[in-house]
């Protein structure tokens, strides 16, 4: 019934900028840590970025400097602020939180991945 849909993603040269969002959906009581993984071909899922709902922030260091993660707790929705991409930042990427719904249990989701393809 929850559900985190991604979109945002597509092709960008390197140097370049892109903008993530994912919004949550359903009957939500609240969401907690919100974050950001991705995955490249024949490689791990990597965490890239977390946030509270307070609004700390965490960065993998491959990313810090670069990246930034945000919320609107409004909007049920985490953005991921991708600049100066790298040719080494193509992968899918993740959404995840961490959603209590009203007649339900905390638990954590995951969107669909968006692809994300840094190349000149």
């Known amino acids: 019934q929850v559900q985190l849909v991604e979109s945002g993603g597509g092709l960008v040269q390197p140097g370049g900028s892109l903008r993530l969002s994912c919004a949550a959906s359903?009957?939500?009581?609240?969401?907690?840590?919100m974050g950001w993984y991705r995955q490249a071909p024949g490689k791990q899922r990597e965490l890239v970025a977390t946030i509270t709902r307070g609004g700390s922030t965490n960065y993998a260091r491959s990313v810090k400097g670069r990246f930034t993660i945000s919320r609107d707790n409004a909007k049920n929705t985490v953005y991921l602020q991708m600049n100066m991409l790298k040719p080494e930042d193509t992968a899918v990427y993740y959404c995840?939180?961490?959603?209590?719904?009203?007649?339900?249990?905390?638990?954590?989701?995951w969107g669909q991945g968006t692809q994300v393809t840094v190349s000149s």
């Open positions: 995840n939180a961490y959603i209590t719904g009203w007649v339900s249990t905390g638990q954590l989701y």
């Open positions: 359903g009957r939500i009581f609240s969401i907690n840590d």
